[in-house]
């Protein structure tokens, strides 16, 4: 299995602010996933981070708004721009493995105010 | 596009209660299915998962789904729940070989009284 850790566990902010969300895992591993879960909403794939590459959107999601960085096999940010009401949500860091699973951080939960 | 749909959104039980848990989903080549739990306070944790071969699945804390392909459903169950299994849980698919992109449904909160 692998740990993962997520900085913040949670921030307020001002609209029209930007916060980057870190995600560090305890292994290498190949494919890093953004998923963000909206209030009473299910988990939506923002965006898939593979190390060495442009990270890949999913449609609704784009490279401005939540640009993404992944310099290593362990690492991975995801950057929430121009903040808005509606970016209020927990955003969440994931992590495939050779069973299929994705192992998931503790998730980074934003306010905006 | 595929989807995923629990039906159940707020499940309140008593303990020793049995548990079903409703799950279909929209894709007709083969899946891959999962279930995940997120207890409060924690991360999500994968309870089961299938990807072929027998059609009852068993997971951790005595719970096993079972997928019917022909109804397209995954459906949760445990025969006896206890407080402990509080939590919101959460069936999600990808498309087998094809895709590990992992679509996820609207989840269901259970509650479980003493």
């Known amino acids: 299995s692998a740990v993962i850790s997520q900085k913040p566990s949670r921030d307020i902010c001002q609209r029209g602010t930007s916060l980057t969300i870190q995600c560090q895992v305890d292994?290498?591993?190949?494919?890093m996933f953004w998923y963000r879960q909206q209030p009473g909403q299910s988990l939506t794939l923002i965006a898939t981070?593979?190390?060495?590459?442009?990270?890949?959107?999913e449609s609704g999601f784009v490279i401005d708004k939540f640009p993404i960085s992944r310099p290593n096999l362990t690492f991975s940010t995801l950057t929430v721009s121009n903040m808005s009401p509606e970016d209020s949500s927990i955003y969440l860091c994931?992590?495939?493995?050779?069973?299929?699973?994705?192992?998931f951080g503790e998730g980074s939960r934003l306010t905006v105010l | 596009a595929q989807s995923v749909s629990q039906h159940n959104h707020h499940v309140i039980l008593s303990e020793a209660a049995s548990l079903e848990l409703g799950c279909n989903y929209s894709?007709?080549?083969?899946?891959?299915l999962f279930w995940y739990v997120q207890y409060p306070g924690q991360h999500l944790q994968l309870l089961l998962k299938?990807?072929?071969?027998?059609?009852l699945v068993k997971g951790i804390k005595g719970f096993e789904a079972e997928f019917i392909k022909s109804k397209f459903s995954f459906n949760l169950r445990k025969p006896s729940v206890q407080w402990s299994d509080t939590a919101e849980y959460f069936c999600?698919?990808?498309?087998?070989?094809?895709?590990?992109?992992?679509?996820f449904g609207s989840g269901t909160r259970l509650l479980v009284r003493p």
């Open positions: 994931s992590v495939d493995s050779v069973s299929g699973e994705l192992f």
């Open positions: 292994s290498q591993v190949t494919m």
């Open positions: 981070a593979n190390q060495g590459s442009e990270a890949t959107y």
């Open positions: 894709y007709g080549g083969t899946v891959n």
């Open positions: 299938y990807f072929s071969g027998d059609p």
């Open positions: 999600a698919v990808n498309e087998g070989d094809s895709s590990y992109k992992l679509i």
